[in-house]
């Protein structure tokens, strides 16, 4: 028998090792990693770099079982530090919007820059990549989480483009990605009204009548947010009250 390995079966036990699971570099952020997984560790593949934020969206997206008690979505949802910024999809500060639809957080009361926490990100991000169900315009990119292993898995971005939310009326009330969004209304709210419009447009939210989500939908602070005319307000004067799109929110909320 030869003593050398088949070249087409060489390595294959590298897509199965614990070292190489992307969860292992995404999960904690500590001088072990590096020693585990070498200097990449701490740069690309980094707790809050964006490699890592591409792939548990990705992961908690489609991984519901994941943000079960314990789980590893769960446990990422529950980091509480601020100081880190998100590539994926940026800081909130749409607080004329959040003060409309009742979604601003209960311990910062008053109209403020809404500096998400990594857990609640990590929400916005899985959320955005479960409901996408079309993009305008824009470019996919991809590339392999860590690209000094052969067989890590890709991870993919949109550059640009304006996308495109719904949900499946039979599976929300369960959906266990909805049900948090639905407690941190804050982390999220331009996804929740591009959802909205969504299924108004489509004729489905009928659909929807008895979940939770409908519920939310149907409330006095969302429905005045969500039907908030297009373009500038009549009242409009001061240059901080630009003209607003469908779906979108004011880049700079006016001092109060």
Known sequence: MSQYACISTFGEAA????SNDPISYCLVQTVDNSFAHGAIASTICDKYNNNCQTYMAQYCATNDDAWKTGGVCDFASKDTHRSYPNPLQ????HDRDLLACGCMPTDRPTPASIGLTAGDQLLANAAARKYEVA???GTKQCQPFDPTVASS????????????????????DSDPVMNRLLAKPYVAPQLLKN???TMTRRGEMGK???????AFFMSGPFQKMATTPVGVRASAKKSCERPRMLGQFPYKPCPQ
């Open 15 to 18: 897509a199965s090792a614990p």
């Open 153 to 172: 898995p890709m991870v993919c971005n949109w550059s640009g483009g304006i996308p495109i939310y719904a949900v499946d009326p039979k599976t929300i």
């Open 135 to 137: 993009r305008h315009g």
């Open 90 to 93: 940026g800081s909130v500060s």
């Open 195 to 197: 959802i909205y419009v």
């Open 208 to 214: 929807l009548k008895g979940t939770k989500l409908y």
